[in-house]
């Protein structure tokens, strides 16, 4: 398991990459479904 | 499909939705897959080692970033053409999500290039023209922010978005235009991919988890700028 996350030496670019790109996904989704709620009709 | 009916902000408001959950159900549902495939099925890279994982979200994201942005040309061109309300809302929905996989084509290209270039950011041909289109976005969106009448801004934005799609080709053909340090395509239309099969299976299914992504969270946000824009009237169509 720690053999898979050590990415063959390459841990830091490999979930630094993944890392970044499903959090601003994740917060893409929540700040426009804020929006979404909070815009008035 | 009554093209016309749907032009109509009004109608389209609950259509969106629509496309939104099922667009945004069907990409958790690729990106698991897409994620099991690229960690689980697909082998080491016999040069690159554990780093070339990276390209399973850079390459799709990169696409995205470009595809996004002649899409949102499209329907700026249009709104231009027809005048047709709904045409600029699409645009302007459109633009931050272009905006984010740009970045984040960028971002995982420079983790990338670090372990296998030797350095994070090169100014080469495609790393510079992709880093413009970053900017064609921001751009796009702060030029239409500045413009109070929303139909104006439409129209200013779409002058800027049919100009900045030049750089859409200088992005795609760079590597080829130019002796650049980023690689050429191993993927495209017209000639066989240069990868293993598993490793490009893990890449187009991770290509269409974010394509409908991108389907699921423009639909969310024109919803809302449908509900911004036309907040005057007390529409029962859009309180759902």
Same mark, same amino acid.
């Given at each position: 398991?720690?053999?898979?996350?050590?990415?063959?030496? #390459?841990?830091? #670019?490999?979930?630094?990459?993944?890392?970044?790109?499903?959090?601003?996904?994740?917060?893409?989704?929540?700040?426009?479904?804020? !929006?979404?709620?909070?815009?008035?009709? | 499909? %009554?093209?016309?009916?749907?032009?109509?902000?009004?109608?389209?408001?609950?259509?969106?939705?629509?496309?939104?959950?099922?667009?945004?159900?069907?990409?958790?549902?690729?990106?698991?897959?897409?994620?099991?495939?690229?960690?689980?099925?697909?082998?080491?890279?016999?040069? *690159?080692?554990?780093?070339? %994982?990276?390209?399973?979200?850079?390459?799709?994201?990169?696409?995205?970033?470009?595809?996004?942005?002649?899409?949102?040309?499209?329907?700026?061109?249009?709104?231009?053409?027809?005048?047709?309300?709904?045409?600029?809302?699409?645009?302007?929905?459109?633009?931050?999500?272009?905006?984010?996989?740009?970045?984040?084509?960028?971002?995982?290209?420079?983790?990338?290039?670090?372990?296998?270039?030797?350095?994070?950011? &090169?100014?080469?041909?495609?790393?510079?023209?992709?880093?413009?289109?970053?900017?064609? #976005?921001?751009?796009?969106?702060?030029?239409?922010?500045?413009?109070?009448?929303? !139909?104006?801004?439409?129209?200013?934005?779409? &002058?800027?978005?049919?100009?900045?799609? &030049?750089?859409?080709?200088?992005?795609? #053909?760079?590597? *080829?235009?130019?002796?650049?340090?980023? *690689?050429?395509?191993?993927?495209?239309?017209?000639?066989?991919?240069?990868?293993?099969?598993?490793?490009?299976?893990?890449?187009? &299914?991770?290509?269409?988890?974010?394509?409908?992504?991108?389907?699921?969270?423009?639909?969310? %946000?024109? %919803?809302?700028?449908?509900?911004?824009?036309?907040?005057?009237?007390?529409?029962?169509?859009?309180?759902?």
């Amino acid at each position: 398991m720690s053999e898979f996350f050590a990415m063959g030496g #390459y841990g830091w #670019y490999v979930w630094g990459s993944y890392g970044v790109t499903f959090a601003l996904l994740a917060l893409e989704i929540l700040l426009v479904r804020r !929006r979404a709620r909070e815009a008035k009709a | 499909m %009554r093209w016309f009916w749907y032009a109509s902000p009004q109608t389209f408001f609950p259509l969106a939705g629509t496309i939104a959950r099922w667009c945004g159900l069907a990409a958790a549902v690729l990106a698991a897959a897409g994620l099991y495939v690229g960690f689980l099925v697909a082998p080491t890279d016999a040069q *690159q080692g554990e780093a070339y %994982r990276i390209i399973f979200i850079h390459v799709p994201a990169a696409w995205m970033s470009m595809f996004l942005y002649v899409v949102m040309a499209f329907w700026a061109a249009l709104g231009l053409a027809l005048n047709t309300r709904l045409s600029g809302m699409m645009a302007s929905a459109i633009a931050p999500t272009g905006a984010l996989f740009t970045f984040i084509a960028l971002w995982t290209g420079s983790l990338w290039g670090k372990p296998t270039w030797g350095t994070y950011w &090169v100014w080469d041909a495609r790393l510079t023209s992709e880093l413009i289109l970053l900017f064609l #976005y921001f751009g796009f969106m702060a030029l239409k922010a500045a413009i109070d009448d929303p !139909r104006r801004a439409d129209r200013a934005g779409a &002058v800027l978005a049919i100009v900045g799609v &030049v750089n859409v080709p200088i992005i795609y #053909y760079s590597v *080829q235009w130019w002796n650049t340090l980023h *690689q050429g395509a191993s993927v495209s239309l017209t000639k066989a991919p240069s990868m293993a099969a598993t490793m490009l299976a893990g890449m187009l &299914v991770m290509a269409l988890a974010f394509w409908l992504y991108s389907i699921a969270v423009s639909m969310v %946000r024109v %919803r809302a700028i449908i509900k911004e824009r036309e907040s005057s009237g007390s529409d029962p169509e859009l309180a759902r």
